[in-house]
């Protein structure tokens, strides 16, 4: 140590002498003593401890001392810049410690109340799967056409050239709206109406309405006396499509399926018919497309079973063929110059195979639970 400094003395000098230095330390310790949040803790941290705080204020007087001077007032300065600090430190964690304690029992939230906030919905699967098959017909040049529900027996039936004995039109099957049992085959404005059993009065409507060319695509409900069941709904969706033109043939018809299912599900998808009947098309078709889970690859393979084609290879899509000249005729078309091809599939069940949907009434009960999943795509 050296000797002491006999020619000048600190304590002369007003902000370093000792019980000045004591002073402001014992406010310092006294403000956060008296803090009783963090907010006033952080104005008396300011005050007492911040760079314009008397200590630190003192503390910039050492500077100006003569070197012998120095040591023993940066001693008693540090010191109590020591203690200060220190009991600041103490006084904050005490009171976080108090903040934490208090949020956790002041912002507890009891997840067993009911909530009471309005749950945003989402659109209906079903909405968007004709949304976006019609789109793929739109990208292509076709319009969307729409017709009633409750339509006239004569679109749903006549003008598709269904006879008058068709089993379509017995009461099991069909909803009569009006004048049911009326004679079969009588004109639009004379027939009865019905609940449309299928898109396909859409074609005449159309073919009445416009000029060919017509590319139409027609998705809309539905109705058939089905009991509500996992498989079977009263009501349900179905998108046709409609093409007159001079020179289609069923290879457009393919093209155009296959270039669907390959929009839909991927670019290596493809189609099958095999032979069906349908009154209104001619030759007519039951349209199938590669399994889009299994590829085929489950077909004679039991170590591979596939649950969604059944380990078919082939999942059934819908009713498809080329528009049969007497619908041509009834609906004042040319049949000599223009031909046409037409499909239609039901929605519900191209739902269930695509997101392995188990249960049909799952779709019809309106329970938000089912549809949210599928989010908002618009
Ligand atoms: N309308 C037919 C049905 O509901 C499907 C179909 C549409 C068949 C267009 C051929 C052409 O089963």
Redesign the pocket.
């Known amino acids: 140590m050296s000797a002491p400094n006999k020619s000048y003395d600190p304590v002369e000098v007003e902000a370093l002498k000792p019980e000045n230095i004591e002073r402001m330390r014992d406010e310092a310790l006294a403000a956060f003593d008296a803090a009783a949040d963090l907010d006033a803790l952080a104005q008396a941290k300011t005050a007492h401890a911040g760079g314009t705080s008397p200590l630190s204020l003192a503390n910039r007087e050492i500077g100006a001392l003569p070197p012998q001077a120095k040591a023993e007032a940066g001693k008693r300065v540090g010191m109590a810049r020591g203690q200060v600090n220190k009991a600041l430190a103490a006084r904050q964690a005490v009171l976080e410690a108090e903040r934490d304690e208090r949020v956790l029992v002041e912002e507890a939230v009891d997840v067993t109340l009911p909530y009471d906030r309005v749950p945003s919905g989402a659109r209906h699967p079903l909405t968007t799967m004709m949304e976006r098959v019609a789109d793929v017909f739109v990208g292509m040049g076709y319009e969307i056409a729409e017709g009633p529900e409750a339509e006239a027996e004569w679109f749903n039936f006549d003008a598709l050239n269904f006879t008058p004995d068709h089993p379509a039109r017995q009461m099991q099957d069909t909803f009569f709206v009006r004048g049911e049992g009326q004679e079969p085959g009588s004109r639009e404005d004379e027939s009865g109406i019905v609940l449309r059993t299928?898109?396909?009065p859409v074609q005449a409507r159309t073919l009445l309405d416009r000029e060919p060319p017509v590319y139409v695509v027609c998705p809309g409900r539905v109705y058939r006396t089905d009991e509500l069941d996992a498989t079977h709904t009263p009501v349900f969706h179905?998108i046709?499509l409609l093409a007159v033109d001079e020179g289609l043939t069923m290879a457009d018809l393919k093209g155009t399926l296959d270039h669907m299912v390959q929009a839909l599900f991927g670019p290596d998808m493809k189609t099958r018919l095999r032979p069906n009947f349908?009154p209104?098309?001619e030759p007519?078709a039951e349209m199938d497309m590669v399994c889009y889970v299994c590829r085929g690859a489950s077909v004679g393979n039991p170590e591979r079973p596939c649950r969604t084609c059944g380990s078919e290879g082939w999942i059934e899509l819908?009713?498809?063929?080329m528009v049969n000249p007497k619908v041509l005729v009834a609906c004042g078309v040319d049949p000599e110059k223009y031909s046409g091809f037409?499909?239609?599939f039901g929605i519900e069940r191209m739902l269930m195979f695509r997101h392995n949907v188990e249960d049909m009434r799952d779709m019809v009960e309106g329970d938000i639970r089912f549809t949210r999943p599928f989010g908002m795509e618009i």
Not at 318 to 321: A, E, H, Q, Y
């Open positions: 299928h898109t396909s179905q046709e349908f209104f098309t007519s819908g009713g498809c063929g037409a499909f239609g």
